[in-house]
């Protein structure tokens, strides 16, 4: 497959760290330091993130000069969809009058959009889809423990999209390698809402309904598994981090980026940074990089790039893509 447009969509409102002073017993410094992040866009409560997927998702065909009827497959990459159900990639087709197109979610946290890219590639080739739209997108906030200062200043919300059609031969996904592991699902995980704690008054009282993360256990399995992941790909391609032209790194803190970026060898000139102004957007936030490096001219047609992530589950994963 290669890609042929991308779009994004993010709330107006920003919410900044010193609004957060005024919220929890933090700092600007101290978020700064710790994780890179200087403000988050954030949703008005109620804000479907089938909007916000429509939105970047038309961004994104507009980009690529494709109809929303021509589009054959819908994949979105979310874990705060608008509702338990019916997926949110339904709403999403139905909005954007995608009438021919099959769509479903992929839940991978924020590895949803390079789960939702192997597996459009997987189904392009095995049922021979030629436009498809893969959408990574979250209203994170909507699970935010707003007095937990652990991770409330952590989460952004917004959607990115792009729009694929077959490979060319020479652009395209060259290699992907998806990891998961259960073993830590516990270590990163939102325990309210499903069938072992539904949302009665006492759950909800509880907040078992918001995200419970050990930060510094997530940024140790991240690192590593960022790391090895990357690696892995670029030796299946015989390639090393010299022949990158660009990283894309999941942006969930500025400081596990750079030890990725250390550890493959990659010069932080060429590693893609925007948490500083998106904080942790889930599987929002290779999209919108992706949508941001193409409008700003930075995409060069050619150009290799790395896509690498990290989420619960844990669930891991990297490519490499000729643009
Ligand atoms: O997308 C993948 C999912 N998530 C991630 O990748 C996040 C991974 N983890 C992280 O980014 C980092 O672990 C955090 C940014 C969450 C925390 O940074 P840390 O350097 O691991 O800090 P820590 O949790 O070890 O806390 C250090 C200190 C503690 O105080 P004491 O015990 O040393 O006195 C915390 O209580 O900082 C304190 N602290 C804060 N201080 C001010 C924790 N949160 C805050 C805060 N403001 N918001």
Redo the contacts with the bound molecule.
């Keep these: 497959m290669m890609l042929l447009g991308t779009g994004r969509a993010v709330p107006e409102k920003i919410l900044t760290n010193t609004d957060l002073e005024q919220m929890?017993?933090?700092?600007n410094e101290?978020?700064i330091a710790?994780?890179g992040i200087k403000q988050r866009h954030v949703a008005e409560p109620g804000t479907a993130l089938s909007d916000l997927a429509t939105e970047a998702a038309r961004n994104a065909l507009e980009d690529a000069g494709v109809t929303a009827e021509e589009i054959d497959l819908i994949v979105l990459g979310t874990v705060t969809g608008d509702m338990k159900f019916p997926a949110t990639s339904c709403l999403v087709q139905e909005k954007l009058g995608a009438k021919n197109a099959v769509a479903f979610d992929i839940s991978a946290?924020?590895s949803g959009f390079l789960y939702g890219l192997q597996v459009a590639e997987g189904l392009m080739m095995a049922s021979g889809y030629r436009r498809v739209l893969v959408i990574g997108g979250e209203v994170l906030t909507s699970m935010v423990n707003w007095q937990d200062?652990?991770?409330?200043?952590?989460f952004g919300d917004g959607a990115g999209a792009v729009v694929l059609g077959p490979s060319d031969g020479e652009r395209g996904l060259l290699q992907t390698c998806l990891q998961s592991d259960g073993a830590h699902s516990g270590l990163?995980y939102n325990p309210g809402g499903g069938c072992v704690n539904p949302p009665t008054t006492e759950n909800v009282a509880a907040q078992l309904h918001t995200i419970r993360?050990e930060?510094?256990e997530?940024?140790r399995h991240?690192v590593t598994s960022m790391t090895s992941v990357l690696k892995q790909v670029l030796d299946q391609a015989g390639l090393s981090g010299d022949d990158l032209d660009l990283l894309i790194p999941?942006q969930?803190?500025l400081?596990?980026i750079e030890a990725v970026a250390k550890r493959c060898k990659m010069p932080m000139e060429k590693v893609f940074v925007n948490v500083d102004r998106y904080g942790?957007t889930?599987a929002a936030s290779i999209p919108i990089a992706l949508d941001e490096l193409r409008r700003s001219g930075e995409l060069k047609d050619g150009s290799l790039v790395g896509l690498v992530t990290?989420?619960?589950g844990f669930t891991w994963a990297a490519a490499l893509l000729r643009v």
Aim: aromatic share 10%.
């Design positions: 929890v017993e933090t700092s101290w978020i710790r994780t946290a924020c200062r652990d991770t409330c200043i952590l990163l993360m930060g510094k997530v940024f991240a999941h969930a803190n400081r596990i942790n889930s990290f989420g619960a």
